[in-house]
């Protein structure tokens, strides 16, 4: 007998998150790198970091010959300094190849328009567009984006009718929509019955209220109540909340009916949680770290932002821990962690980054004269009641200028990433916010 349950039809180019286990979408945490290695290790579909609709609206966006990255850029205002020469940020970075079919951008908005104007820039090379209606930040909140759409559902209704009709059926992608709990399951019930109305193909549950701290426990009691309204109206249901493996996913999929399930902490702090056990599960932290920084290197990715989750996956009891703080350089962070296969590739990676003069090392480890040199910077820096930050990042200015190919603002040479120690990912998708992570 044929089936009677109802299915919002998959787009010609979406994704159906059925059976799916996936990466979420993490600020800081989920930039191409960690994504490449979800997917190396078996995560199925990955989410990129929330971004805010203003931020991509305006973006150039290029193909980097040396990796085949598509790289979305914007030269930053420096706050309206014009006595500072002009930046150009990474935005965002998307593997054409290793993303194929996988990858959703995940957007942060609280304007139909806004969030229409978005969605196409990257609608072409993404594979579906995400809603982030969950960040209880007030960065976000305020801005009446995140969970505050959580309270104005007719904006939340209108925005993603709008990039199902302008964005999705056009471009042939999924629109999907990620939410917390509301207090009672009679509230949450007749929000997603809303919004699996609006012509999404998915939503994602992360089973905490918005004023639950992310070290609470998720609550499971209304999953089953969600998992069945979605499936009423043909949405996809996605589960998150402490989902810790691949196999945990699948059991947890079967116990409550979800179609999916999303995981974020476990994957950040080991990306190979999307082994099964059957494939082994968990690989040590050495493997996890190496494949790590090998992406890092091939992608370019920033260093101050590489540095930033090695610091979480690199094992605080090892001996290189403490070292790896003094690395200013892909080149330091190589030799420190003892891969120095990856030196000559770390080297290249430098020179476009700007990082070369930079690096603490040498071949037998950190030279003495650079812990001295960076001791004394730091003295007369707080002697002189400034940052070290500033003297370096003059110092990156006045540099070579990288390999980049200029973006199609055209200003010459843009002096790359600013900061190998100053983790700025956030601050590039959410311009002029608090640069804190967004949950
Ligand atoms: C570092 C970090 C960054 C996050 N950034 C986002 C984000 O950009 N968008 C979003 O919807 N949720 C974000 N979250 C929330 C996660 O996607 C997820 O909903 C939450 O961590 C619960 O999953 P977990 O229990 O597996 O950690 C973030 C979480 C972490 C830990």
Redo the contacts with the bound molecule.
Sequence with gaps: MASTTPRVPIPANGVDYRGKVVL???????ELPSRLLALKYGADLV?G??TIDRAIMGAARRVNPRNNTIEFTRISSNGGREDQPKKENVIYRIDPEGEKGKLIF?MGTASPEYAVQAAKVVAPDVFGIDV?S??PKPFSTSGGMGAALLRTPDKLVSILEALVREVGNPYQIGISV?IRLLETPEMTESLVKRLVATGITGLTI?C?TTPMR?RER?IREQLRMIVDTCHNAGVACVM?????SRDNALALMEEYGADGA???????QNPSCFRTNAEGGLLPWRDVVRDYLEQCIRVENRFGNTKYLLNMMVNAKDKAFKEFNKAKSYVDACRILQYGDLVPAAKEVDQVLLLEDRSVTNEDGIRPSAVQNAKANNESAKAAGRSTKHKKQASVQKGPGPIRTNSRTGVPNPPSEPEADVDLSASTSVPQQSPA???
């Design positions: 979420a979408p993490m600020v800081r945490s989920g989410w970091p929330e995940q982030n969950g960040c990620k992360h905490r992310p998720a998150n909340g402490d989902v810790t999303m995981i974020a902490t476990s994957a950040e992570v967004a949950v």
